[in-house]
């Protein structure tokens, strides 16, 4: 009922920069929370960034101060700001939000985009 699509992933240099957006589309009444993850071969999958709907943010200690996460509820989107990459940051990353359908009973629902691979080159 809710679908995200993810984009801006791409191979850049150590030192480059990307911006990742997912946007969410179906019948929204609110979001709660928006988050990113990611997952390396081999690795777990693990939290990157956070945002709640009143504006609270937080990052893995790996990667804070370096990227950030913003969102536009006007447009139901969430993105993340990927500066300073380095090679360790190579994973596929993926959106997830957290939020209340419209389809008047308030149904609670949380979905997770496909997927869009970042590839830091050193």
């Given amino acids: 009922q809710v679908q995200l699509v993810e984009s801006g992933g791409g191979l850049v ?11 969410a589309s179906g019948s929204i009444s609110s979001l709660n929370a928006m988050g990113w993850y990611r997952q390396a071969p081999g ?5 990157v960034a956070y ?9 893995a200690d790996s990667v804070r101060g370096r990227f ?3 969102e536009d509820n006007a447009k139901n989107t969430v993105y993340l700001q990927l500066n300073n990459l380095k090679p360790e940051d ?26 869009t691979q970042v590839t830091v080159s050193s």
Avoid: H, M
């Fill in 13 to 23: 240099q150590a030192g480059g920069s990307l911006r990742l957006s997912c946007a």
């Fill in 68 to 70: 950030t996460i913003s």
């Fill in 51 to 59: 945002i709640s709907s009143g504006g609270s943010t937080r990052y």
């Fill in 90 to 115: 190579t994973a596929v990353y993926y959106c997830e939000l957290e939020g209340f359908l419209a389809n008047g009973d308030g149904t609670p629902f949380a979905s997770w985009g496909q997927g």
């Fill in 43 to 47: 690795k777990q999958r693990e939290l």
